[in-house]
Every structure is written in structure tokens, then in C-alpha cells.
């Protein structure tokens, strides 16, 4: 395989970090997509002489690779029917759901899993050629669990990292997979093995010690072969994922952005009280949970609409996948109901916007909440709530954050902890948020402030990647599988 004129860093990730499109002539425009994943990223590639593989995000895509942002990008093609069983399928609609609890029931298809199986050995195929001799490696999340194996199995050479952005399940749920044998072998073809939280990577570990006969002790896994010989070691930790805090601090001081925040509070009609949902479209995130006892709140006669309103902001995802259908089919129904029921002519209960916003927008939206409402049913780590926190420089503003986040880990005791299913606690918290004393908050928000903007996405790279580089590399010998 090739290798010596490689790069010495290259990322694998579903997504490229940009989108791109090729013109009829041939001739390639591309455009930064504003993932926390490339901001985290950028500049370690930049100064490592770096490689990103990923998909474009549109079927059929051919092109070779190609320089932008520093890096050299590397497309992988994938067909309407990959993308229709790898992607919304197998990723989307097994393994997802799986991963959340099984908020949504998962799916199981043989035909999604022979699909996976294939595009993870593309994107494997693909880390193979790029790499330098003896590079880093750093695969990206649940979509391409097979990929660190399948790319030892072809480069030996390689120190391989993998980072799991969303959560894992116990093994009680995890266990329901049909191929979870082949997904834990997968992920085992890493050095490292990185998670949100410690209760992520003890799952993970609790799995190898019930799918596999390889020894574990603590966070490192031993290999061992069918005669019991021992071979390499993988070791599990807790990487808690971060944003750039210090340029969303800087974008939400902007005066063009604080006088937006002021505008966006006037064209609410001045309320005394704004309350804020920023999410994906995603019902692991727990936004008809939130909704719902906003609809009480008001019913009950706690907060009413000349004085408070809801803005929640849901952005489009996974719009083929039948479960998302059904979500914003729900939500819709609910936001129009409470509406109808609540609303008045010039105070709209909840303003929902079905869009994606610019960063400005989303800092300006930050500043102008008095409220931000994270309620998620299970999240890896949320970032939404760590971005509300870096945009209030002016120490106000209360963070409702659900329990079931990997933020929650990290941020208590700062924001208000909520469990979304029990929705008169829900409603109660809303309500404490919503009346809480300036100094109350501006006591909470400096200690959130404190931690995340020093915990910022740079330390988080950095740390993945300090751990990986100080493995010893095993002596390239036969793998035990
Ligand atoms: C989550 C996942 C990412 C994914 C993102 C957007 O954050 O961890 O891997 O890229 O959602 O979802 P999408 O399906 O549009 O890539």
C-alpha cells in the first residue's frame, strides 16, 4: 500500500468540511460548512500536513481530491442507495436510535448492514492510500465504527484513533444489534478509543468483557488471541467534546450582533421574559417534552403571552428518514395547537422557525435569551448549551439543561439540571428559570463561563491527540481477531 509520501494526519469523518459541487463543465465551487468538527480541526490539520475523507453530502459525487482550507480533502462517493441504506438507514435509523436509549425503535436490515460494511471499507480503503507511513489516523463517530479495523487490517504502520461523538449504549441495549460482535471487533482496531463521558467508555468497556474474550483492566483492553496470547492493547477514555469559545465570545460581543440581539427582542413585541430551543429537528432532543409543559405553563396561567414567549428554532435533518417525519409532523401539530389556544394577535405563544441560521444569527438569538432551553432525552454532549454559555459575556441569561446530556457531566453544578420526562419538574424549573435573580444568574454564569472557556475544542483535539501520540506502537505482528 502506499504510504511514505502520505500525509501524517488524516481524518475520517462522514461528512467532508465543506460543501461542494461540480459545475457541468467539470469546474469544482466549494463552500466551509460550519461544523464544530472542522473549527475543531482546522488548524491541527493546517500545521500537520493534513487529510480529511468524507462524503459531500450529495449522491453520485465523483471527484478527485482536491486543497481547500489548508487541508487536502478527500471526496468519497457514495450512491442513492448507500446513501439510502448507510446513511439514513443503517446510520440513522439502527444505529441512532439504538445509541439514544431507543427513544425511536431501531431498525434491522440485513441489506442496511451489508451496505455499512461496504462504505466503511471505502472509507477505509481511501485512510489507506493517504496515510503517510506510521501517520495518525482519527476516525469520527458512529457512522464508521468498522473503519479502524478494516484499516489495520491494510496499514499495521498506522496509530489509529477513534472518537465517538454521540453516546454508547449499555450493553443491555447495545446488545439487541445483530452484528454487535463485528461493530466491538471494529472499533478494537483502534489505539484509542475516545468517548463524551467515562460512562460512555465504561459501556463500551463493559461490552468487550461480554462480547469478547479479550482481557480488560480498567480502561485498557488487552488482545488476546484464540489460544489466550496477548497482543496489542486499546485503550477507552472520556474526551469531552468542546466549542471555539473564545471566537464565539468574540462574535457575540460584535456590536453589529448586540444591536441584532435588541432588534430580535423588539420584533418579539419587547417580551419580559424569552425563552429559547435551538436543535436539530431530532427526537432525541426532547423538544415535544419542552413544548408540551411550555403549553401547561401558560394553561396554568405561571407565565402568559404578553409577558413571555418561546422561540425554538429546529433545524432540518434527516428529512427521509421516516421517524424524523413523524417528529415534525408532531411538533407542528403541538405548536399549532398552543398557539391557537394561547396566542393573541401580536403575541405568538411560540415562535417556531424550521431553518438553519448563520453563527451571527444564532450569537444575536444567544444574547437576546433570557432562557435557553437544552431538554434532550439523551445527548452525547450538546453543544448548543456550551455555545449560549460562551455568547453571554454580559454574565445574564439561565441554561435549563436536561440531565441526559454529556454536558450536564461536565457543567453541573452551573446550569438548572432537568429531567425532560417528568414534566411538572420540567415546568417548574421553566418557571425558576424564568423568574431567577440577576445575581443568581450572574453567579451561575460566571462559573459556566469559567469552564468553558477554558475547556475549549482546541484542548479537546489536542488532548485526543496527546494520549494517541504517546501509545507505544505495537510491534507490527499477526493481530490476534
Ligand atoms: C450529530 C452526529 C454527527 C452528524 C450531525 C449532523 O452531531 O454526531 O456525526 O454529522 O449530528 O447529522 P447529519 O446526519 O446531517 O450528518
Not at 115 to 120: H, I, K, S
Not at 217 to 225: K, Q, S
Request: without cysteine; hydrophobic residues 40%; aromatic residues 8%.
Amino acid at each position: 500500500m502506499p504510504g511514505k509520501d502520505g500525509y501524517d494526519l488524516v481524518v475520517v469523518a462522514n461528512r467532508l468540511p465543506v460543501d461542494f459541487s461540480v459545475g457541468l463543465d467539470g469546474s469544482l465551487s466549494w463552500q466551509r460548512s460550519p461544523g464544530g468538527l472542522v473549527t475543531a480541526l482546522e488548524p491541527v490539520m493546517q500545521n500537520a500536513d493534513g487529510a480529511w475523507i468524507g462524503w459531500s453530502g450529495a449522491p453520485d459525487l465523483k471527484h478527485e481530491p482536491f486543497d481547500a482550507e489548508g487541508m487536502r480533502l478527500v471526496p468519497v462517493t457514495l450512491s442513492a442507495t448507500e446513501i439510502e441504506r448507510y446513511y439514513e438507514g443503517f446510520s440513522n435509523d439502527t444505529l441512532w436510535p439504538l445509541y439514544h436509549d431507543v427513544i425511536a425503535p431501531p431498525t434491522y436490515h440485513r441489506q442496511w448492514w451489508d451496505a455499512y460494511r461496504r462504505v466503511n471499507q471505502r472509507f477505509a480503503d481511501a485512510a489507506a492510500e493517504q496515510a503517510a507511513d506510521g501517520a495518525v489516523v482519527w476516525v469520527h463517530d458512529y457512522q464508521l465504527q468498522l473503519v479502524p479495523r478494516l484499516l489495520r487490517d491494510l496499514r499495521p504502520d498506522l496509530r489509529i484513533g477513534f472518537f465517538d461523538h454521540i453516546p454508547f449504549p449499555p450493553v443491555e441495549l447495545f446488545g439487541q444489534l445483530p452484528w454487535r460482535r463485528q461493530i466491538i471487533d471494529g472499533l478494537l482496531g483502534a489505539d484509542l478509543v475516545g468517548f463524551q463521558r467515562n460512562g460512555d467508555a465504561a459501556n463500551f468497556v463493559r461490552a468487550v468483557r461480554r462480547l469478547t474474550d479479550h482481557a480488560t483492566r480498567g480502561p485498557i483492553i488487552t488482545m488476546l488471541d484464540s489460544e489466550g496470547r496477548q497482543g496489542r492493547h486499546v485503550r477507552a477514555g472520556a474526551f469531552p467534546i468542546s466549542i471555539d469559545s473564545a471566537s464565539f465570545d468574540e462574535l457575540a460581543r460584535r456590536p453589529e450582533v448586540q444591536s441584532r440581539a435588541k432588534e430580535i427582542r423588539a420584533d418579539l413585541g419587547e417580551p419580559e421574559i424569552l425563552m429559547l430551543g435551538v436543535d436539530r429537528l431530532d427526537y432525541t432532543k426532547g423538544i415535544r417534552h419542552r413544548i408540551k409543559a411550555y403549553g401547561e405553563i401558560l394553561e396554568d396561567g405561571r407565565l402568559d403571552v404578553e409577558h413571555a414567549t418561546l422561540v425554538q428554532i429546529a433545524s432540518p435533518s434527516r428529512e427521509n428518514v421516516g421517524a424524523y417525519q413523524e417528529l415534525r409532523e408532531h411538533v407542528e401539530i403541538l405548536v399549532g395547537r398552543i398557539n391557537g389556544e394561547f396566542g393573541e394577535l401580536g403575541h405568538s405563544a411560540i415562535h417556531y422557525l424550521h431553518h438553519s441560521y448563520p453563527q451571527e444569527e444564532m450569537a444575536a438569538l444567544y444574547l437576546a435569551a433570557d432562557v435557553m432551553l437544552v431538554t434532550s432525552l439523551r445527548d452525547g454532549m450538546n453543544l448548543v448549551a456550551k455555545e449560549y454559555i460562551a455568547a453571554r459575556s454580559d454574565d445574564r441569561g439561565v441554561l435549563v439543561l436536561s440531565e441526559f446530556t454529556g454536558a450536564a457531566d461536565e457543567l453541573a453544578p452551573g446550569p438548572l439540571l432537568v429531567n425532560p420526562h417528568d414534566i411538572d419538574g420540567l415546568k417548574d424549573i421553566i418557571v425558576a428559570a424564568a423568574t431567577m435573580d440577576p445575581r443568581e444568574q450572574r453567579r451561575r454564569m460566571r462559573r459556566l463561563r469559567r469552564k468553558v472557556l477554558a475547556d475549549d475544542v482546541a484542548k479537546w483535539s489536542a488532548g485526543f491527540l496527546s494520549v494517541l501520540g504517546s501509545i507505544p506502537v505495537h510491534p507490527v505482528t499477526a493481530e490476534p481477531r
